[in-house]
């Protein structure tokens, strides 16, 4: 048993002997004949076809059959570069094909023609007409409101580029007052660039210049407002945006005079009150909102320019309000915006007075906190001097005198120096909670 373990790895295995032919009856020691007698290499596939006649293709080495050569492979080519020629010049001369035939079109092709304008020009780059840049700087405003100040003096230097003709300023006019009626919420802006362009238009033509004509465009609507205050719907729509702009109008709009500052327009105060009537005349609900609309936005500029001229016009729609209130078929909604509208009008419109700086108490001023900062907690809850808290007063020989302001005990009210008392030497110092 230990014979087995004295031998070398490998020792005394048999040897199995290769079935390659070209390997066969080689000995050990021949090595090098080995890898002599291997079989050659096949033909590569991109090499020229094999034939019958070629000396390289010989028989395969030990026995190996000679490999059939596909019937595609033994093409003989014995044409030389002149018969080619002359086959070239043979077709040339059998052709029917002509280099003057016609341009060849499928049976479903239509050809193309080029758009001619009607002035005859081509329509490629056409030019861009008035409208198109006046609706394109109006949307512009509308989505960006904020760039007014900064872009309306481009603008204007655009359009009076543009505005040379009467018919051009008509045109002019006419796409603002549509933008600004037919825009939700545009009638702010367009009323601002209103009386931007009615200071700055060059152009004043024999008819008007911009303000002029804006005017008689907005009477056209006013002489029809009885009728459409019973319209339909869509135009008691149009009617009401007509309406909310031109009470737009009347505020942002500036006539200026050579004897004093500039101001409003005369003619739209008669206008306003008048379409309020109309408004008032048939009491459905779009046109009682509408309305509600309009005194909450110009009420306490027509009240004082009424009070001016001694006229009693609000206190009769206050009570022709009053009223609808009682007496009209309308929803309980509107009922409740009409009274919340008289409410308004009886607190002076939301206008509050500041009393004299020596009197001024948290009792007596209602603006009394009103310039102080708001602070919030933390949970983003606004905190005011008039929340609960520790009271601050004025002290007085050891005594609270007055209790001014409630604070919280969190925040301390550094920077409010209260009024001194005569007579105390220490009543004006800054109190802490």
């Known amino acids: 048993m230990t014979e087995n373990f004295d031998r070398a790895p490998g020792a005394g295995r048999a040897r199995i002997k290769p079935r390659s032919p070209g390997l066969a009856d080689v000995g050990d020691g021949d090595a090098t004949s080995v890898f002599n007698q291997r079989e050659p290499l096949r033909q590569p596939r991109t090499s020229p076809p094999l034939t019958e006649n070629n000396p390289n293709n010989s028989e395969a080495i030990d026995g190996e059959s000679r490999r059939p050569s596909k019937p595609h492979q033994s093409i003989h080519n014995h044409s030389t570069p002149a018969s080619k020629v002359k086959s070239v010049d ?47 700087f109006l949307s512009y405003l509308n989505s960006s409101p904020g760039s007014f100040e900064t872009d309306i003096e481009h603008m204007v230097n655009m359009l009076n580029s543009w505005v040379t003709t009467e018919e051009t300023l008509q045109e002019l006019v006419e796409l603002i007052y549509t933008q600004s009626t037919a825009i939700p919420n545009f009638s702010y802006t367009g009323a601002r660039l209103c009386n931007f362009l009615s200071h700055n238009l060059v152009l004043s033509p024999a008819s008007g210049n911009f303000r002029q004509l804006l005017l008689k465009r907005c009477q056209t609507e006013y002489e029809q407002r009885d009728v459409a205050v019973r319209g339909d719907q869509e135009t008691q729509k149009k009617f009401h945006a007509y309406v909310l702009f031109l009470g737009e109008l009347y505020l942002r709009l500036e006539v200026k005079s050579a004897k004093g500052p500039p101001s409003r327009a005369e003619i739209l105060l008669i206008a306003l009150r008048e379409l309020m009537n109309a408004l008032f005349s048939n009491p459905v609900d779009g046109n009682l909102i509408c309305a509600v609309k309009l005194l909450k936005l110009t009420g306490s500029v027509l009240e004082d320019a009424w009070k001016e001229k001694g006229k009693s016009d609000m206190d009769q729609l206050v009570q022709r309000i009053e009223n609808i209130v009682l ?11 009409l009274l919340r509208l008289v409410e308004l009008r009886s607190s002076n419109w939301g206008r509050v007075y500041a009393a004299a700086a020596s009197d001024a108490t948290p009792d007596n001023d209602p603006n009394y906190f009103m310039n102080e900062p708001t602070f919030y907690t933390a949970d983003g809850t606004p905190f005011t001097a008039a929340d609960p808290g520790e009271y601050i007063g004025i002290i007085h020989q050891g005594k609270t005198l007055q209790k001014l302001s409630i604070v919280p005990k969190c925040m301390f009210w550094c920077y409010r120096i209260f009024r001194k008392i005569p007579g105390d030497p220490g009543s004006g110092r800054r109190l802490f909670p």
Do not use: H, W
């Open 90 to 136: 043979s077709l040339v001369n059998t052709s029917i094909l002509s280099a003057n035939a016609p341009e060849f079109y499928p049976a479903s092709f239509s050809p193309y023609e080029e758009s001619v304008s009607e002035d005859g020009s081509d329509g490629y780059y056409t030019e861009t007409t008035l409208a198109e840049l006046v609706e394109e």
């Open 327 to 337: 007496d009209a078929q309308c929803s309980r909604d509107v009922k409740q915006m």
